[in-house]
């Protein structure tokens, strides 16, 4: 090959790499982006990776939601709590149980404190709404009334008397109209009937026809003036509140099939759950096949969708994040609590609400309660995961600043220093067929609790079944004296020294003593002894098949946040699961911690000899 021809190689080459990277179109040069990537020849640039959004202030926007992992104090109802409603304005909370009745407590800086108990309905109470102001509160019944409150008085001003069953309801007015009209939606039909609360008059002011089947959930869209309603079908409506028109001018769609408003439909799916953000730019449903949909409202575009179905749940148990991760035991149960739950037709059906910024959704899960960033879209913490023994469901948040009443000042008043009370978070919480109002603000439970002072505060009249929870004691007066707080274990290896907890397990303590003086635990084995685990004992039978509480029944679990398996020689009570406790107990030999809200831990061995 000639030299001439060498260089002629060499200048086509140069002109073909040129070409790679640009191209010569009357005299400009394109970028290589814009070249067809099945004519480019040679190495492609990386992918670009997406940018992931950030919440700016996030955790300033934290700082106002609750964040302690158990529940601060719970309050009880004489049955199943069903109900919870916040009148933040008002610094009222309102609750409702499955036997009609209602009660409101007030927000302090101090805590909460009852303010008034009624027997609003025969039936079960099905509904609580607050009207925009929240100076209005309506709760529905099956029984066929209609009961309205003023919430600054707690009075009741109203009933209506309804020639049908309501199944859900919604004021529709804005701040200082003259009229605070009520939607309330028929059971049995798709009609939606229109109600003036302060004229107190039965008779309808006007009926509303847009569904083709009965309508389960209502929220009024204050800022907007708009109804947005859903029924049996998984149909969505919006109309609005003064002509209950289509909303033409507040939306940015004109017809529905632009929109997502036929996602439930189509999911086969519908909700008695549907929420509406402060500056109501967005809704979210929690519908029955266990999905949280996140709508904006101007273009009925769906924006978050979550599953929370057992499926899904069953995928993030096996994955590698302890944030969602459970000892598989716990997971198990919770799983076959969840199935009941399902099958229920009277539970209450759980809830999705914003905060007050709009950017955070949360909602009750068979894991804890989520609360979950919606612009990053990732879960920022779960309350209650360590919470096994209660399945939380209907949730209400206050993110005010409670007003300091006659009560409060004095209390403050007697302080050292006088506090300046700031935001307050709280979160109320029902449960799955408990008769309690749980409570999550940012405070963990006081370790200094003393049985009289206990986070679960007995309220009412306890049951029989509550007062053999509360730690039997009745009976531990009759039998005259206060429990005791030390003992010794006579084995055939020595005596056994133990302090124990009377004061946050007074029940099992009583049980434990009173086995002991009844010489039931006489001539016991140990019949289960696991080295570097634990020694286990307390059956007659000695096979760790046997054994039974004072009470001829098993009986709840006890747990206090001070008292963990975090140390060995740790006196704790054996079951086979949630609130199955009887006579059996073991004593550990090394830190358990996994055993933690499993195990009642009641007393700690001082010495041997």
Request: charge should be negative; charged fraction near 25%; aromatic fraction near 8%.
């Amino acid at each position: 090959m000639t030299e001439t021809s060498l260089k002629r190689d060499r200048d086509h080459d140069a002109t073909d790499g040129a070409a790679v990277g640009t191209q010569a179109v009357s005299g400009e040069a394109i970028p290589q982006a814009a070249v067809d990537e099945d004519d480019m020849v040679g190495p492609m640039l990386p992918p670009q990776a997406k940018k992931r959004k950030v919440l700016e202030h996030e955790q300033a926007y934290l700082a106002a939601l609750p964040s302690a992992q158990m529940y601060e104090k719970s309050f009880m109802h004489r049955d199943t709590v069903t109900q919870v409603a916040v009148a933040q304005d008002q610094d009222f909370l309102i609750t409702g149980s499955i036997d009609g009745h209602l009660k409101f407590w007030k927000k302090t800086p101090t805590g909460i404190e009852f303010a008034k108990h009624y027997r609003a309905h025969v039936g079960a109470l099905d509904g609580l709404t607050l009207s925009p102001d929240n100076s209005l509160l309506v709760s529905i019944s099956r029984d066929k009334t209609v009961k309205v409150f003023d919430v600054i008085t707690f009075d009741m001003i109203a009933m209506l008397r309804l020639p049908f069953v309501p199944s859900c309801a919604a004021f529709i007015y804005k701040k200082g109209q003259a009229q605070a009209k009520l939607a309330i939606a028929d059971q049995d039909t798709p009609s939606i009937h229109i109600y003036d609360t302060r004229g107190g008059s039965s008779e309808p002011l006007d009926s509303v026809q847009l569904h083709r089947a009965p309508v389960l959930a209502m929220r009024y869209n204050a800022p907007y003036d708009t109804v947005i309603s859903v029924d049996t079908k998984g149909v969505i409506e919006y109309w609005s509140g003064s002509d209950y028109a289509f909303p033409q001018d507040q939306v940015t769609f004109s017809m529905k099939l632009d929109t997502d408003l036929f996602a439930l439909a189509k999911a086969k799916t519908s909700t008695k759950s549907l929420e509406v953000s402060k500056d109501g730019s967005q809704f979210a449903t929690f519908s029955t096949d266990r999905r949280v949909r996140v709508f904006k409202f101007q273009s009925g575009k769906l924006r978050r969708t979550y599953d929370e179905s057992l499926t899904a749940a069953n995928e993030l148990q096996r994955g590698e994040s302890e944030m969602y991760n459970l000892e598989p035991i716990d997971f198990g149960r919770r799983m076959a609590g969840e199935k009941d739950l399902m099958a229920d037709p009277e539970a209450p059906h759980p809830n999705a609400i914003f905060d007050e910024s709009g950017n955070f959704i949360i909602y009750a899960t068979l894991l804890g309660i989520k609360v979950v960033n919606l612009v990053t879209n990732r879960v920022s913490r779960i309350l209650g995961k360590v919470e096994n023994t209660e399945r939380f469901l209907r949730v209400a948040l206050y993110q005010g600043i409670p007003k300091q009443g006659i009560k409060t000042q004095r209390t403050l008043a007697t302080t050292e220093s006088t506090r300046t009370v700031t935001r307050q978070p709280t979160l109320l919480c029902t449960a799955y067929n408990k008769p309690r109002l749980y409570l999550f603000t940012t405070q963990e439970p006081d370790d200094s609790d003393q049985a009289s002072t206990s986070r679960d505060v007995f309220n009412e009249k306890p049951t029989t079944e509550d007062m053999l929870a509360a730690g039997g004691a009745g009976v531990s007066e009759g039998q005259g004296g206060a429990l005791p707080r030390t003992a010794i274990i006579h084995s055939t290896r020595g005596d056994i020294h133990v302090k124990l907890f009377p004061d946050q397990c007074p029940k099992t303590v009583e049980n434990w003593t009173s086995h002991s003086r009844n010489g039931y635990y006489d001539g016991v084995i140990f019949h289960r002894v696991i080295k570097g685990f634990m020694l286990q004992t307390g059956d007659p039978l000695g096979d760790g098949t046997g054994g039974t509480s004072i009470w001829g029944q098993e009986f709840q679990d006890e747990f206090d946040r001070s008292l963990r398996h975090d140390r060995p020689f740790t006196l704790s009570m054996a079951n086979a699961g949630p609130n199955t406790n009887g006579s059996q107990f073991f004593i550990t030999t090394v830190p358990t911690p996994w055993l933690d809200n499993k195990h009642t831990v009641f007393g700690r061995v001082c010495c041997c000899q």
